[in-house]
């Protein structure tokens, strides 16, 4: 084939995708990086803290910022949209993977030792994001350290390793509306600033819709991708570029659903492996709130700065939420346990209305509000498929046959709930999609391109290189094939941070 636009292509501007833009950079190669989302100002940040119409991402409905909720059948997805992807509404948690995860099944097939493999890329994206201990402790912190104590495992309470420069760092509570005093090291900041200082150029608001192989159609010839504006409704006019290699970094929902849809919809790329869309994971995560007495206020601190382990599975970080989460109270009902967890949701709600409803009245809700995060690295799944509806295409979910699906309640978050509950006389709840919806949620959605050692159990080799094509490769979290237990970031940054040391050495 004849010259390319772009040496490099990289679709989307997350951890993975920044990683392999300034790496490719520092190589001499030609970087275009296509990102749907805007460019998001400082300005921005400071009225998406305030304003859920200026924080929320869908176009449809006119909202153009840049946090987005996507809804399915078995799990709520949130993420983040814009030039620096989710980095910009991450809590910058900054945590090494537990070798425990690394050593389960789907990563040890390949044959690799991936402690000792990620080690040294994990340091190098611990100093690039700039990982620092939160010296940060505050009201929501003691009684997060009490919480842990009351279970018997306080020993496991301290302070977060984050991507923050705590001299610049104000404590607003902001990092998950992002940073508007340029505290926290988010991608636009670090890896994008120094790919755009080599050359790099980033397209904002263009949105990938079909990726196709030119020639002789297995990659060697190179790539066609077709992009439309997203903010521009109707309006919107296909563009197309070409690049010798792509590198689709656009996370899990928008690389499945991009590679899904050139295999099962264009079907211009057959040769995908038939576990695309196979293992999608959720962190195995759930969510608990604690209402506090009114005059509280927790929001003195970064968004999370503590943590601890209930177990040797589990993972509990404390949140701050910023004004414009206030919605988020909508989504809140009391606390229940054990089975049929539906039927006790409503028995509690009829029998007890006023304080079932006091997060839905609360004043000062997000100074009240404390959030717990849960995750853990059990062996746990749900699949995606991209199935015609209508007159359209749509990404869905369905629970896999054989395999546990991913949970919606988990015993565990129920407990640490409690206990914080307990050690500062608040009040438990949880969400209405886990208590009577049976739905997760999580920020840190991974899998569907996975890790394997073959086109049989994986969609991408050990270095992120696509099974049965060529100058394609995945770096994202979709590739990481197995439930981490903590924050991802720093393992899909590490993981991308190989995978460009083996490609361009």
Same mark, same amino acid.
């Given at each position: 084939?004849?010259?390319?636009?772009?040496?490099?292509?990289?679709?989307?501007?997350?951890?993975?995708g920044s990683v392999a833009a300034l790496r490719a950079a520092q190589a001499g190669r030609r970087v275009v990086v296509a990102e749907q989302g805007r460019r998001i100002s400082?300005?921005?940040?400071?009225?998406?803290?305030?304003?859920?119409?200026?924080?929320?991402?869908?176009?449809?409905?006119?909202?153009?910022?840049?946090?987005?909720?996507?809804?399915?059948?078995?799990?709520?997805?949130?993420?983040?949209? %814009?030039?620096? #992807?989710?980095? !910009? *509404?991450?809590?910058?948690? @900054?945590?090494?993977?537990?070798?425990?995860?690394?050593?389960? &099944?789907?990563?040890?097939?390949?044959?690799?030792?991936?402690?000792?493999?990620?080690?040294?890329?994990?340091?190098?994206?611990?100093?690039?994001?700039?990982?620092?201990?939160?010296?940060?402790?505050?009201?929501?912190?003691?009684?997060?350290?009490?919480?842990?104590?009351?279970?018997?495992?306080?020993?496991?309470?301290?302070?977060?390793?984050?991507?923050?420069?705590?001299?610049?760092?104000?404590?607003?509570?902001?990092?998950?509306?992002?940073?508007?005093?340029?505290?926290?090291?988010?991608?636009?900041?670090?890896?994008?600033?120094r790919a755009e200082a080599l050359g790099a150029r980033i397209m904002p608001r263009s949105k990938v819709e079909i990726l196709t192989p030119l020639g002789r159609g297995d %990659?060697?010839? #190179?790539?066609? !991708? *077709?992009?439309?504006?997203? @903010?521009?409704?109707?309006?919107?006019?296909?563009?197309?570029? &070409?690049?010798?290699?792509?590198?689709?970094?656009?996370?899990?929902?928008?690389?499945?659903?991009?590679?899904?849809?050139?295999?099962?919809?264009?079907?211009?790329?057959?040769?995908?492996?038939?576990?695309?869309?196979?293992?999608?994971?959720?962190?195995?995560?759930?969510?608990?709130?604690?209402?506090?007495?009114?005059?509280?206020?927790?929001?003195?601190?970064?968004?999370?700065?503590?943590?601890?382990?209930?177990?040797?599975?589990?993972?509990?970080?404390?949140?701050?939420?910023?004004?414009?989460?206030?919605?988020?109270?909508?989504?809140?009902?009391?606390?229940?346990?054990?089975?049929?967890?539906?039927?006790?949701?409503?028995?509690?709600?009829?029998?007890?209305?006023?304080?079932?409803?006091?997060?839905?009245?609360?004043?000062?809700?997000?100074?009240?509000?404390?959030?717990?995060?849960?995750?853990?690295?059990?062996?746990?799944?749900?699949?995606?498929?991209?199935?015609?509806?209508?007159?359209?295409?749509?990404?869905?979910?369905?629970?896999?046959?054989?395999?546990?699906?991913?949970?919606?309640?988990?015993?565990?978050?129920?407990?640490?709930?409690?206990?914080?509950?307990?050690?500062?006389?608040?009040?438990?709840?949880?969400?209405?999609?886990?208590?009577?919806?049976?739905?997760?949620?999580?920020?840190?959605?991974?899998?569907?391109?996975?890790?394997?050692?073959?086109?049989?159990?994986?969609?991408?080799?050990?270095?992120?290189?696509?099974?049965?094509?060529?100058?394609?490769?995945?770096?994202?979290?979709?590739?990481?094939?197995?439930?981490?237990?903590?924050?991802p970031s720093l393992t899909i940054t590490a993981l991308a941070e190989r995978a460009c040391a083996s490609w361009l050495g």
């Amino acid at each position: 084939m004849g010259s390319f636009d772009a040496d490099v292509a990289v679709i989307g501007s997350g951890f993975g995708g920044s990683v392999a833009a300034l790496r490719a950079a520092q190589a001499g190669r030609r970087v275009v990086v296509a990102e749907q989302g805007r460019r998001i100002s400082d300005d921005d940040f400071e009225r998406g803290a305030r304003s859920v119409r200026s924080l929320l991402w869908e176009p449809a409905l006119g909202l153009r910022g840049y946090f987005r909720q996507t809804p399915m059948k078995d799990v709520v997805v949130v993420s983040g949209v %814009g030039v620096g #992807g989710g980095s !910009l *509404v991450y809590a910058a948690v @900054l945590i090494d993977p537990p070798r425990a995860a690394l050593q389960t &099944t789907p990563w040890t097939r390949t044959g690799l030792d991936w402690p000792t493999e990620l080690e040294p890329h994990l340091a190098t994206a611990a100093t690039m994001l700039g990982r620092a201990v939160n010296p940060q402790f505050g009201v929501q912190d003691l009684w997060l350290r009490q919480a842990a104590e009351s279970m018997g495992v306080g020993d496991s309470f301290g302070p977060t390793a984050q991507g923050i420069d705590f001299d610049a760092c104000v404590g607003c509570g902001q990092c998950i509306t992002g940073c508007p005093y340029g505290a926290k090291h988010s991608l636009d900041r670090t890896y994008l600033a120094r790919a755009e200082a080599l050359g790099a150029r980033i397209m904002p608001r263009s949105k990938v819709e079909i990726l196709t192989p030119l020639g002789r159609g297995d %990659g060697c010839d #190179g790539w066609r !991708l *077709v992009m439309t504006d997203p @903010l521009a409704g109707r309006r919107a006019k296909p563009r197309s570029i &070409t690049a010798r290699s792509v590198v689709v970094a656009a996370g899990v929902l928008g690389t499945v659903g991009l590679l899904l849809a050139g295999r099962d919809r264009w079907r211009v790329l057959p040769a995908l492996s038939d576990e695309l869309g196979n293992r999608v994971r959720t962190n195995s995560e759930a969510f608990g709130a604690v209402l506090h007495p009114a005059g509280t206020d927790v929001m003195p601190g970064a968004t999370i700065s503590s943590d601890f382990y209930p177990d040797a599975r589990t993972h509990v970080t404390n949140n701050r939420f910023p004004k414009s989460y206030t919605f988020m109270k909508y989504y809140l009902s009391p606390s229940v346990e054990g089975a049929h967890r539906a039927r006790a949701t409503l028995g509690v709600w009829l029998r007890h209305p006023l304080a079932s409803s006091a997060a839905l009245r609360a004043r000062d809700w997000h100074r009240r509000t404390t959030v717990l995060t849960v995750m853990q690295h059990d062996d746990n799944e749900l699949q995606c498929r991209l199935v015609r509806r209508g007159f359209g295409w749509r990404l869905v979910t369905t629970r896999p046959v054989g395999s546990v699906a991913a949970p919606a309640y988990l015993p565990e978050a129920d407990a640490a709930t409690r206990a914080v509950a307990d050690v500062s006389g608040g009040q438990p709840f949880t969400t209405l999609m886990e208590s009577v919806g049976r739905i997760a949620a999580t920020a840190h959605i991974l899998g569907g391109a996975a890790i394997g050692p073959d086109r049989g159990s994986g969609v991408v080799d050990p270095d992120l290189r696509v099974f049965g094509y060529e100058n394609l490769r995945v770096m994202d979290g979709s590739v990481v094939p197995s439930n981490i237990g903590v924050n991802p970031s720093l393992t899909i940054t590490a993981l991308a941070e190989r995978a460009c040391a083996s490609w361009l050495g």
